[in-house]
């Protein structure tokens, strides 16, 4: 994640301590996005897991998924994001996610929002959650298309003020594509008068359906201007006094293109933005988050699953996580002298740490090779 916020106004959010903080002497614990189901009662045309509204068999129990917990718990795994499919489907998720906070661990829900009447965001404020990301893909009609259901939007804007009622921390999550890329004006709109206090707007990465929409994915253009939009936004929002939490998320070329944003326009802050994105070092699959699916299965992120690093069914996560014997993962976490093509001839990679994985090998077949969606110009990354 890019702290858009952090970085061009200076503010400080709880996600930083993990974003812009590192230590030798304290190894780096990842955040863990658990795919709790794998069933949804939404079907997106760019869902990565490639959920719907079936009921999935083999899906981790009740008890598995207890002893999961207290071993991220016991291991000091600092953030569990409750994910799906729909994590709100799963009968036992209030117990699971009270579990989670009263274990210790910072607890989040990933959700579509549109079944948080009043009653569910009752039970998701007393299970303790800490953060309610809630996804939309645009405005009305053309969010409710993207996301395969007539009303969707709504539910979804209703279920943020059931949430808000409760004073529940609560945001929204927006993939960026063709598809709403125009719309940006209308979702900074949305941010503004609903009160809503944080957003993050994700990169497409090709995985699950979202690999069969490669082509609705923003042109290098189109990613530079939708950057330019956003951080203007976050510029004006800090003139007016009014403080959000603007974030990017699965394109780390966001770091690099902030950084001589501001070396040109703002020279003197140059040195501390430069510090910043170094200590952020760039896209942390395998290194500072991991997913772990409905079967237990774990993965360096939720996008990669070509990749398996173990599973929670076989061997507890802590376990996984401190084994470098296996094949990838010393170089996963090692990466950069495995990169290809204008990532290995990169003078940032320091900053970005070869961006995603999972687009170069969808698109190349060869997980080393560059990001076919890094957008900086062949001068920008020059030596």
């Known amino acids: 994640m890019v702290n858009i916020t952090k970085l061009l106004c200076g503010f400080n959010s709880y996600g930083d301590i993990l974003r812009y903080k590192k230590s030798d002497t304290n190894p780096r614990k990842p955040v863990v996005v658990w795919n709790s189901t794998r069933k949804c009662n939404l079907s997106c045309i760019h869902c990565y897991s490639n959920s719907s509204r079936f009921n999935y068999t083999g899906e981790i129990s009740h008890k598995e998924s207890i002893e999961m917990l207290q071993d991220l718990a016991s291991f000091k795994i600092p953030v569990v994001l409750f994910s799906g499919g729909e994590p709100l489907i799963r009968q036992d998720i209030f117990e699971l996610m009270t579990f989670s906070k009263k274990s210790g661990i910072r607890t989040v829900l990933s959700t579509n929002g549109t079944l948080i009447d009043k009653d569910t965001a009752k039970k998701i404020k007393n299970a303790g959650v800490d953060y309610v990301g809630i996804s939309i893909d645009g405005i009305g009609s053309n969010n409710d298309e993207f996301r395969g259901k007539q009303g969707a939007f709504d539910l979804a804007l209703s279920g943020i003020r059931n949430l808000k009622e409760l004073n529940q921390n609560v945001g929204l999550r927006l993939t960026l594509t063709k598809h709403n890329f125009q719309n940006l004006e209308q979702i900074f709109h949305l941010v503004e008068t609903e009160g809503i206090n944080r957003i993050c707007f994700y990169h497409l990465v090709y995985s699950g359906r979202a690999a069969e929409i490669k082509n609705f994915d923003l042109s290098h253009k189109e990613t530079r201007d939708c950057l330019d939009k956003i951080c203007q936004w976050v510029i004006s929002l800090h003139k007016r006094g009014i403080y959000k939490e603007v974030l990017t998320v699965d394109n780390h070329a966001d770091n690099v293109f902030i950084y001589l944003k501001v070396k040109e326009t703002n020279p003197k802050k140059q040195g ?104 900086l110009t062949d001068d920008e990354i020059a030596s």
């Open 272 to 375: 501390d933005i430069l510090n910043l994105v170094r200590l952020n070092g760039g896209d942390s699959s395998g290194i500072g988050i991991v997913n772990i699916d409905n079967k237990g299965f774990v993965y360096p992120d939720q996008f990669w699953h070509t990749i398996i690093l173990g599973n929670i069914r076989t061997k507890k996560f802590s376990e996984i996580w401190n084994d470098n014997s296996g094949k990838f993962i010393a170089q996963i976490k090692e990466r950069k002298s495995y990169l290809k093509g204008r990532c290995a001839k990169c003078r940032y990679i320091d900053i970005c740490n070869g961006n995603s994985r999972a687009r170069a090998e969808f698109v190349y077949g060869d997980m080393w090779q560059e990001d076919p969606a890094c957008y």
